[in-house]
């Protein structure tokens, strides 16, 4: 798409962006930059600014405060231009449950002032997978039929910037698979794409991500980069007693932090005194049987914990 005036080089630029609702702050001066291109993830939690970021990026509200622009579009101002070059996919299926596929994907490309046929050739690869079911009402289809409809919809204008406000919530393990996917091929396209979700194990999909909390940015980088700064060594632990560990762990003056993990406890340390012979002497003390200990690489979910207690 012809960018125009393009005034910054950032395809999504924010400066000190802030959002109450009444006492509390939904987003607290958050700033970031997103390149042409690029995947950037926002991951967090269900209630940390998420949604909110999303909704003022695609001109939806207004920011208490601050300065965002799309693709150099000042999101206040120029609100017109920019939502003809965005597409944006909400975190609820906001589709017309009574049209049928192929009536949604009209009606979003009649709204734009394009056709099906005219981007085709952009949601050929994700409309192809539904397409046998075009006659079937939307509210009818799966999680993951209505994740690739959306998905068309918001292509079919053929939008420099994408934003997709957890857009695999609630969708199968596959689905899940299949639409990062997509999004890699999207990308092959020269579309910039903001996507955010609650799942840390998508943060590695991403070319960066930022790490949000109670509406600010913890950090912001690649997450391999993010994995490498992790602070001390981390160790999962197991026992027979799970619930009596974790508190016993978190007892031991020796142990930065303690964390539940699946079937594991995740056992910050950054003193040298604790070693793995010490720490199972110091469980055998306090009861504990059948003991595992072993040293572990961080993951995007354990650089978030230990972040989030700074």
């Known amino acids: 798409m ?71 579009f000042d999101v206040v101002k120029d609100y017109k231009e920019i939502r003809k070059r965005v597409g944006y996919m909400p975190g609820r299926f906001s589709l017309y449950q009574d049209l049928t596929v192929e009536e949604n994907l009209k009606f979003f490309a009649t709204v734009f002032n394009t056709t099906i046929e005219e981007n085709y050739e952009l949601v050929k690869d994700i409309y192809q997978q539904i397409e046998p079911f075009k006659n079937r009402r939307a509210g009818k289809l799966s999680g993951g039929m209505k994740q690739k409809l959306a998905l068309s919809c918001a292509l079919i204008h053929k939008p420099s910037v994408l934003f997709l406000d957890e857009p695999t919530t609630g969708v199968d393990p596959v689905s899940r698979k299949e639409f990062w996917g997509m999004l890699k091929n999207l990308k092959k396209q020269g579309i910039t794409i903001l996507v955010s979700t609650p ?25 391999a ?86």
């Open 2 to 72: 012809d960018k125009g005036n393009k005034v910054l080089p950032s395809a999504i630029h924010c400066v000190s962006v802030s959002k109450s609702y009444g006492e509390t702050e939904a987003l607290k001066d958050v700033t970031f930059d997103v390149t042409d291109g690029e995947i950037f993830g926002i991951i967090g939690p269900d209630g940390a600014g998420k949604t909110t970021l999303f909704r003022i990026l695609a001109t939806l509200i207004l920011a208490d405060s601050g300065i965002s622009a799309i693709d150099g």
């Open 199 to 223: 799942y840390m194990d998508e943060a590695g999909l991403c070319d960066r991500i930022a790490l949000i909390q109670n509406g600010q940015f913890l950090k912001i980088d690649s997450p």
């Open 225 to 310: 980069n993010i994995v490498k700064q992790y602070e001390t060594k981390l160790w999962a632990v197991k026992s027979d007693n799970m619930y009596k560990l974790l508190t016993d762990l978190r007892a031991n003056e020796l142990s930065k932090n303690c964390f539940a993990f699946g079937d594991k406890h995740h056992v910050s340390v950054d003193n040298a005194q604790l070693t793995v012979d010490s720490l199972n002497s110091y469980l055998q003390q306090k009861g504990h049987t059948n003991i595992e200990i072993r040293e572990i690489e961080p993951t995007i979910e354990d650089c978030f914990m230990q972040l989030s207690l700074k």
